[in-house]
């Protein structure tokens, strides 16, 4: 009797050649990179508090985007798109890139989701777009659920994401460059800013490395339980390892700078948490 082969040949993931060319495409900006640590301790005790009192689990990845348009829109240089060599566009809406598992052919997978108008939301909004978005259960044709205004291009073009990887590399990387160059085609397709919460699959220390098609990408670790200065006082707090990256030939320093301090200041105050009930 012949016996079954110890291993399995699977074909890649459908969405596999979308994200090798996001990475390549990536590679090609001058993102600077810096490793921040957040103290989030309030802010966790106000999201388990909600759940204590509610038996709802916040969407932290959605409170990152409603605290992120918050910061973009109070610092707009940075929610920029490059538009030809010498230009730049500067958009009012902060429209923000995140990943969300859903399951996907039977297999959990990180899907994108762009968020439209994050700045005009509040954190219910975004929350409960998140939470529709991983509960959908699709074939490899349908991206991204939710609004079409939500919605991520190749789920609003189903047949564009089952020919994808059946493109020659050469012509998909023209499309990419293409992107790189035209900020309005960029916004409409992969939002102005981009979360990568590798977190939320796993508890790591230490900072995710990763490259980035947007002026501004967060790449977002684990959430950390470990000694902190409270005043005079070393007492346990709970730290979040975030990865900022800026595209340095459209944003200079001291305006990164100071976007990521906006940033972490509203992250360690838990901004939008302060009543629970509304959340937001």
């Given at each position: ?166 493109v020659p590399k050469w012509i998909r990387g023209l499309f990419w460059r293409f992107l790189a160059r035209d900020g309005f085609a960029a916004q409409r397709i992969l939002g102005t800013v981009g ?86």
């Amino acid at each position: 009797m012949k016996q079954p082969l110890p291993y399995q040949v699977r074909r890649l993931p459908w969405n596999s050649a979308t994200t090798a060319d996001i990475m390549h495409a990536g590679r090609m900006r001058h993102h600077v990179q810096g490793l921040v640590e957040i103290d989030v301790t309030v802010a966790r005790q106000r999201l388990r508090a909600h759940q204590a009192r509610t038996g709802e689990r916040l969407s932290t990845t959605g409170w990152l985007a409603f605290c992120l348009g918050k910061a973009l829109v109070e610092h707009p240089a940075l929610n920029v798109h490059r538009l030809g060599a010498r230009r730049f566009v500067q958009f009012d809406d902060v429209d923000v890139m995140m990943l969300v598992e859903r399951e996907v052919d039977g297999e959990r997978r990180g899907i994108p989701l762009v968020v439209r108008q994050a700045n005009r939301k509040d954190l219910r909004q975004i929350h409960q777009e998140v939470r529709n978005a991983q509960q959908e259960t699709h074939g490899p044709e349908d991206m991204v659920v939710g609004d079409r205004a939500s919605s991520h291009w190749l789920g609003r073009v189903p047949w564009a994401a089952r020919l994808y990887p059946y493109v020659p590399k050469w012509i998909r990387g023209l499309f990419w460059r293409f992107l790189a160059r035209d900020g309005f085609a960029a916004q409409r397709i992969l939002g102005t800013v981009g979360i990568t919460a590798v977190g939320m699959f796993g508890r790591f220390p230490g900072w995710p490395l990763t490259v980035g098609m947007h002026t501004v990408d967060l790449a977002v670790g684990s959430i950390v339980r470990k000694p902190g200065i409270v005043g005079d006082r070393i007492e346990p707090r709970e730290f979040l390892a975030l990865s900022v990256l800026v595209d340095h030939d459209l944003v200079d320093g001291a305006q990164a700078a100071r976007f990521v301090s906006r940033l972490g200041e509203l992250l360690e105050q838990g901004y939008g948490l302060e009543d629970p009930d509304a959340a937001g």
